[in-house]
């Protein structure tokens, strides 16, 4: 097999972690299947999309800042303006994952009219833009090439993911954060303010999958379909992980990417499978797993086992 095949897997499974960590994130501490998941990959994406091409600023550590911001922005604005309100109202999960939905055909819609705009009056296509950013040289070894794409996805990931875990097991808000997720209820009465913890969480979560978005276009092209194309990916990979676990679905991540691109690059050799399968291949691994550990992947299916079986004893 070729080895690049190998290094394009570990590239994507990278990405695919830092896309999908926030989303299990935000459901574990809010039950909420949150839509607009997509737009913060979509966001991010632009956000370094606009500021090298408006902006003419091509260092990719100050667009991910950027990205982290816009898409955290957005994140606490839907929480405080949406999901509160809704929820003090009485509004139950279902409710609220609806109106995720709704904010992710606005957001959508809102992203074509702002881009339709900026490139009318810079006349510049940006519907379909492809960016570079040169972060760090591309390495040769031999036969083998780690682009300086990959170099800057392992830096990133590995510098928010760390970020992430220290928040989350070091840190006065990291415990308050987790203690919101397990039991609401005790949280509040144990004097945690849960509105102000859980706008840090979403800030937390948005970030991140923006930064995910901006890293996904440094090897392919930026359209307001972005975050759009890489739902099945995103979701199959939280539910992999139970949405639950976060240590399943960065393993979720894996599975995913390598199915996509070992298991593909193995049926396309061999059997002749187009490429364009690949989505079934996704949503085939994604059934394997949730049949394998019901009822929601290996982070949720195996605590659920665990519980099963001691009941019946």
Known sequence: MDPQVLISMVQIGLIYTILSVPLTLSYKSTKIINFVHINFITYGAYAGVLLATIG????????????FLVGGGISVLDNVAVFEPLRRRGANVVILMIASM???????????SILDVISRLARINLISQLVR????????????????TLITSAVTVAVVMGGLYLI?????????????????????????????????????????????????????????EVGDTLILEVFAIAVIG??????????????????ETVGM??????????TSFKPFITFSTLL?????????????????RYLRRGGKK
């Open 168 to 224: 989350l097991e070091k840190t006065a808000l990291g415990k308050a954060i987790r203690a919101v997720a397990d039991n609401p209820t005790l949280s509040e009465i144990s004097g945690i303010p849960r509105g102000r913890v859980l706008n840090y969480m979403w800030f937390l979560a948005g970030g991140m999958a923006a930064v995910g978005g901006l890293l996904w276009v440094t090897f392919s092209i930026a359209t307001p």
């Open 265 to 274: 690059a193995l049926l396309n050799q061999y059997l002749g499978v187009p």
């Open 288 to 304: 394997i797993v949730i049949i394998a550990f019901p009822p929601m992947g290996a982070g949720g299916g195996l605590p659920y």
């Open 56 to 67: 003419g600023v091509d260092n990719f550590f100050f667009a991910a800042l950027l990205a």
């Open 102 to 112: 709704g904010l992710w055909i606005f957001y959508k819609y809102l992203m074509y």
């Open 133 to 148: 950013f040169e972060a760090f040289p591309t390495i040769h070894l031999g036969r083998v090439i780690i682009s300086n």
């Open 242 to 259: 139970g949405l639950y676990s976060l240590t399943w679905t960065t393993a979720g991540a894996f599975i995913i990417a390598t199915a």
